[in-house]
């Protein structure tokens, strides 16, 4: 029969030349999946229980012993139980000595505990040499051999021998080790697969908060206005003609909002004189998430788009083409083509389908694998050059979509501008100030600072 | 000049501070290849063939010698020969003792032979270390440089000092080894390179049966129907009406068949009282294939999105929507906005855009380097809570696209119901199951059984 | 707090269990970031210097040392010092006898020095083992601990155990190492970092000739002539209507000279009768960047889509469809539908469509990531099979666009003809060719050849 490949994996190794025995203390669901795992890597697994009776369920070709007995026939012993058994271990603390304990445990909170619970194991058998590894691999993953999710396994310990055994046990497995430093990095390893998206709460927090605003604003202008004053009801603008507001404007400012902590960066350093001085927190923070902002704004214009394409087939915009044209016919007059509108709607049309293919273009650099194969100076032209372009293209699109209608009191409904207006503020500020940061009178000093060479004395201790 | 970067790996080294020798029997294609990029990388080699005048195509720091004398200077062997030929290998039995031989052959058919040629290697030189590797790597790679496809090389191998040695090989010409275990693998890692998208076969196949059976329903409803009742030419519609009539049916039923595998192993997990019995073959398969048919489903609905927005430029379009307004005009009678038909049709658009944003959205997830950089609960919120409101969006948008015409008689030509109806089947099904299966009564024990806690003592045994 | 994935490597270590001292040679921006890193990661670090003060910069578990002392501590010794001083190394030969020194310069120019900066650091201390490494890596990459671009470092030199104990650094810094073969490849590893998409110069600079040409062409015959003879102002058809008729040219040539460079390829083998004759230097070069002329092509044909699809809601397109249809009132004339057109319109949108989709399918698996996952069987049926559909349904969709305009004097103005029969000569040629290459007569000894089996006898020597 036609297997598949990820079953290469899934083939007993012949008995010879086995590699070393490794211990793994707790026959649970996640233990018994590394152990057949192992086996199946050519190890030899000898299982450490309180019941040493045999389960179905554990894979045939191991051992089950005492904890005492399975312990002292490896120098490896990975611990698959949960925290609060740990201290179980201490007894066993003597046969313990110097062998490598793996812990792969997680918990069920970010930060559950005050110390990690590699930390704490190594506290409770302090002759061992504990090493956190494994944490972020699901048992579903190991048994199915099917790893869609990351092959990533982050490995800590202080022993830089037993971490080195560790990652050789990792390799062996087919899973790529990530030496993650010293045990104090257990605490953020044991947090990982616990997060869902942290990068991103930031980015689609703001959002959120943009749309709600957004949507109320448009509501007013295009809804609850022509109601109150025409009694017309455009209440199906829910659906496509408001999100298509919303949609853009975000995009903008978001995008804006990408480039705008670069040049807060660039004052800071001017003004500083020195490149060494930490940015404030919330500064940091922010530069730290524009790749997740640049990619929700991307995520906003490509809605932007889509629900520009589908205008023509919107059965009120047909109803509105076809009654023109009724009433063109009806008065017997024709309007001739009006060139200067010809040219403002194909010029912002031009320069929003320019300015999203650059941004598309933004995104697909912004893979992991695409960013792995360019190098840094490529990588910034796309991220810096190519980025402003972007932001350029869309504020003129926003620019000439608006045409002449900044000026036109018919646009201020109840006082409020178009919303669109709101929507170039951001970009403005940003553009502005970076066309006044590329003056070589500010450009020189900045770039010698960002080289380290030259800051102001005071600073250089 | 300036050179491509791959042109790096194209530089003789210096001759002092070699590798270790490395034999290569056999002058064809495939072993010059791997000779030749040997050389590159530091090792010094030494071929074995029956003529040993050296030809002008042998890399030519390399030695050419009989099999004898290029066997012992040597401790590893790659044997570049056809398995036809390996019976030569028979007398040499004694050199080759404790040597490592590298297998490199492919087949011409998938499991061609009753045993993998590595098996069989090891057969007749049962003294020596067999390895399987460099199988999957093409010869025109390894002499361009440029590894467009995969840098994997599989290796597998009973010895494990033998299997250490070829990995360092293939670490060193800047392949990246992946270890399949014992030679028991060979066969599969034989086939890999012979295979065509296995996984994919499903789904494709299952589409195409889809495809045909849809294309004639459509073409008896929408072109034969209209022709014999109403003499109407619209043969035309094959080009792009019909495939978009079947473009979103297909989306729609392959996503609700990525999801229903899923429903229908947690109903048998219910039924069970356990996880720890193998499901069905066929829900096997079905379950590892979800991923291809995901992205086949997402193939459908872009082809759809694309056949949707060129409507208004189709010339039949146009000509339908031109010759309405001049009806209403010469009948007088001008169409007051029905809004109504304005929040149909905006809202089966705007869930359809959004729908397919999300489904977007799951496509790009499912990249190998982005799910790479994702821990597993985010990669599950992403596959399975996105997942599922992406059915339920585009469901919605085939229901409300759908609007009335479920009850009306004038849909149902030859008793036949629109074909989109028959699209609904599918994911009405998975969506009302899920619906069920979130209970907290049926929830509770699926999760409980899930984490491998609990079961039906039963099948504790 | 909730901390970032990305900080987990910000931790210092215990103190015990260090790895070995390394030492590095200035105290300039990159020397102290890499420092910083390597005590991140376990190493013992001690900086050479002039002056023996530690600065506020340096990090705090580094000494600073004179050179001499600084030199003696450490077996690898990083040279983070600009090659214009290097001579200050020769009255240290002495010491630095047997360690391994790590050139970690860039140049500011691409072959600014006659040898590499590693080569010369070799000429200056014979007597010390010189490895090239970390020049790809950015000093703000290191401090901030976000890699997004490469993680690759490439890393040469003549001496192997050298070599590996510099890729041991490199690993454990969470960097990847790239061993390029000896210190001759140090000129084409300093030269990388400087390198701004070499492979892309070609199919750019060609692109941007072609849309030169066809821009001032399309002028000429869409808005000059019209305005010569029929004093019409058609000067806005180049905000849309000249770029989508320069895209999708543009997209068809560039796929076009994808597959010419194959085609010439298969043509001079057939010649030559054999594949062991080098090509022509243009032809190997055109080979090498067809993977970016295909990117190129892509991005014309997705604008031209974009383009495509804003025509129904370009101004100047409604005003004509309207004043058609005002027309066809006023004449008191109702066109009936022409089924000839609803052909050809939907068979060219169609085709267009199938064509685009293939096309991104293509463009998605040129992917980094997406590629690595398919075996050589399964990239080549996509390169090639599917490439050369693309290109046969993209030049039908021409040809159908084109219609029987192609005859009818009046598409020629100025004895110019339309723009898109130029964009079909390329695809015809290689389509045509291809075809004959096809026969079995001619597909047979090409298949021989280039398996290398098979070959006029006069080649092999």
Redesign the interface.
Known sequence: M????????A????N??K?ETVCIFGT??FGRALGHKMI???YSVVFGSRSTQT???IPKDAEVLSHTEAAQKAAIIIIAIQRQHYNFLTPLAEILHGKVLVDISNNLK?NQYPESNAEYLAQLVPSAKVVKAFN????W?LQSG?L?????V?VCG???EAKQMVMDIV??L?LTP????????AQ??E?????????WKFPILLSLGLVTFFFFYSLIRDVIYPYVYEKK?F???I???I?NRICPILALTLLALVYLPGVLAAIIQLYRGTK?RRFPDWLDKWM?CR?QLGLVAL?FA??H????????????V?????????????NNQ??P???T???????Y??LG??G??LF??LGIT??????????????R?VQSKLGYLTLILCTAHTLVYGGNRFLSPSSYRWYLPNAYMLSLIAPCIVLVVKFVLIFPCLDKPLTQIR???ERKPQY??
């Open positions: 036609n297997k598949n490949s990820s079953d290469i994996m083939l007993a190794p012949n010879s030349n590699r649970g669901d199946q890597s050519g389960s179905s369920l970010i972020t691999v699901s048992a993953a099917t869609d999710a990351s092959r990533q982050f202080d022993d830089m390799r062996a087919g990530l030496d993650k430093g010293s045990l104090l990095a953020e390893i947090n990982y697969p616990l997060q869902l998206f942290p990068m009801d209440s199906f603008f659906a496509i003609s999100p060494y730290l790749k995520a490509s809605l788009v889509l629900y520009t394409l589908v205008i023509p087939i919107r059965s009120f047909r109803w509105r083409i076809s009654s023109r044209t009724i009433s063109q016919v009806l024709t309007e083509l009006n060139t509108n010809a040219w403002l709607s194909d010029s049309l031009s389908i320019l999203f293919f598309v273009l912004s893979l992991p694998s695409v960013s792995n194969n360019v190098n840094w100076r490529e990588f032209f080289q380290g060479w250089s201790e």
